[in-house]
């Protein structure tokens, strides 16, 4: 070890750990002049100072960070702990402060620029601030030049909505979701048959026991695939991303439908941002809305492409799809979770022996609108054949947005 500290101070760049530098600082790095703390948003401001006074020499000091990020992580520690003893994020300590200059950097260079547009307003441009593409569209074409059918041409994201059961483990609490598990096997398929098997993906958990069952269930398959959690890969980033989030309507135990945890805009920030070519979400749509960046990304995600259920994945195994005009996957205009450029609002009720069916769709013709709601009354009411007789006292339409042709306003069947 002395040898290796006596190696180490003849250097004049040491790369290292918050944990290293403090191991090596009595010794090794006595003549530092320069310190880079690199990722610092999950550094404390106690681990700055501790190295700082350290280093007799020191003379700069460079802090980079997103505050937008995921922090120290302080849930273990009790509450009365988590301010005032410098355990806080030294990033959020420094930006406050008068006597520390600081800059924005605004460009990013992983992601696919549309990626970063809807990432830059759901995380971001709520709080005056943004992002801008630093990579061309023809340096992420990983998913949009492949024969993968997805939703919308040339859009590298899938909004794969899922209501399911999921279920909590006895021990630890976490939770998993049976169906999004199948649900991620059956996209991590497709990825492997439509461009390769040795294609650069990752899936993200925001639960441990959804990762633990996922990893589980790729093991069975033998298939060597990285299932990682949201917390343990901020920093990190992946060709394609296959994120999966849990939680649903449907539950075992009385599970509440959301939580902090799931609402937390910087651990969703983390989760939407690894992605280069392209982004899979997988999750309950109207769980997500919960949370704020969550709904931003999804209201901005939905003008450019559908979010979709079930049967997308019935498209994927079938390898049989084709598209229209405007580019979209012909299979899918009757799907029941289909959006565009406004969120979609159902509401059904049958009071007085009337069915009102109220929605807000953009870029849709009239008849694949009819088409649509059709579905919708047949899912929700549990009658069949709508259009063919069955009689229903009132049926209301109202249906508000654009066409596909740009008209404004559509008139209800």
């Known amino acids: 070890m002395g040898s290796m500290f006596s190696e180490i101070s003849q250097l004049r760049i040491v790369f290292a750990t918050s944990t290293m530098a403090e191991e090596m600082v009595g010794n090794a790095l006595l003549d530092t002049s320069v310190l880079i703390f690199d990722e610092a948003t999950q550094g404390s401001f106690a681990?700055?100072?501790?190295?700082?006074?350290?280093?007799?020499?020191?003379?700069?000091?460079?802090?980079?960070?997103?505050?937008?990020?995921?922090?120290?992580?302080?849930?273990?520690?009790?509450?009365?702990?988590?301010?005032?003893?410098?355990?806080?994020?030294?990033?959020q300590q420094l930006v406050g402060s008068s006597l520390v200059r600081h800059t924005r950097l605004v460009t990013c260079y992983r992601m696919h620029p549309l990626l970063v547009h809807i990432v830059s307003y759901a995380s971001y441009e709520q709080h005056g601030?943004?992002?801008?593409?630093?990579?061309?569209?023809?340096?992420?074409?990983?998913?949009?030049?492949?024969?993968?059918?997805?939703?919308?041409?040339?859009?590298?994201?899938?909004?794969?909505?899922?209501?399911?059961?999921?279920?909590?483990?006895?021990?630890?609490?976490?939770?998993?979701?049976?169906?999004?598990?199948?649900?991620?096997?059956?996209?991590?398929?497709?990825?492997?048959?439509?461009?390769?098997?040795?294609?650069?993906?990752?899936?993200?958990?925001?639960?441990?026991?959804?990762?633990?069952?996922?990893?589980?269930?790729?093991?069975?398959?033998?298939?060597?695939?990285?299932?990682?959690?949201?917390?343990?890969?901020?920093?990190?980033?992946?060709?394609?991303?296959?994120?999966?989030?849990?939680?649903?309507?449907?539950?075992?135990?009385?599970?509440?439908?959301?939580?902090?945890?799931?609402?937390?805009?910087?651990r969703a920030t983390v989760a939407l941002s690894r992605a280069k070519h392209g982004l899979f979400l997988v999750g309950d749509v109207e769980i997500l809305r919960s949370g704020t960046v969550w709904n931003r990304f999804l209201d901005k995600a939905s003008e450019y492409t559908h979010i979709v259920g079930s049967e997308y994945l019935n498209v994927l195994r079938s390898g049989r799809c084709k598209r229209d005009r405007f580019g979209q996957l012909s299979p899918l205009m009757a799907e029941v979770y289909l959006t565009f450029r406004m969120r979609s609002l159902l509401s059904l009720s049958k009071k007085y022996g009337q069915t009102t069916v109220e929605m807000s769709v953009g870029e849709m013709n009239r008849a694949r609108v009819v088409h649509l709601l059709t579905g919708m009354l047949e899912e929700k009411t549990g009658l069949t054949g709508i259009m063919g007789g069955i009689q229903i006292k009132t049926l209301t339409l109202f249906i508000i947005g654009k066409t596909a042709t740009g008209n404004n306003g559509l008139e209800g069947p």
């Open 47 to 91: 681990e700055l100072a501790n190295l700082v006074c350290r280093l007799p020499k020191l003379e700069k000091i460079l802090v980079t960070g997103d505050k937008y990020q995921l922090g120290v992580h302080l849930q273990d520690l009790p509450n009365s702990l988590h301010e005032g003893f410098g355990l806080e994020s030294m990033v």
């Open 129 to 266: 601030e943004s992002l801008e593409p630093g990579t061309a569209e023809e340096d992420r074409t990983l998913l949009t030049l492949s024969s993968f059918p997805l939703p919308m041409q040339n859009v590298p994201i899938v909004l794969l909505n899922i209501i399911s059961t999921r279920r909590q483990d006895s021990v630890s609490h976490s939770l998993t979701n049976d169906e999004h598990t199948t649900s991620v096997v059956n996209l991590v398929s497709a990825l492997y048959n439509y461009i390769s098997p040795d294609v650069s993906l990752v899936v993200i958990c925001l639960y441990l026991y959804q990762k633990e069952c996922l990893q589980k269930e790729f093991e069975n398959l033998g298939w060597n695939v990285l299932v990682v959690s949201v917390d343990g890969y901020q920093a990190q980033e992946s060709d394609l991303v296959v994120l999966v989030t849990t939680r649903s309507r449907r539950n075992i135990g009385n599970l509440g439908d959301t939580s902090d945890f799931l609402r937390d805009d910087c």
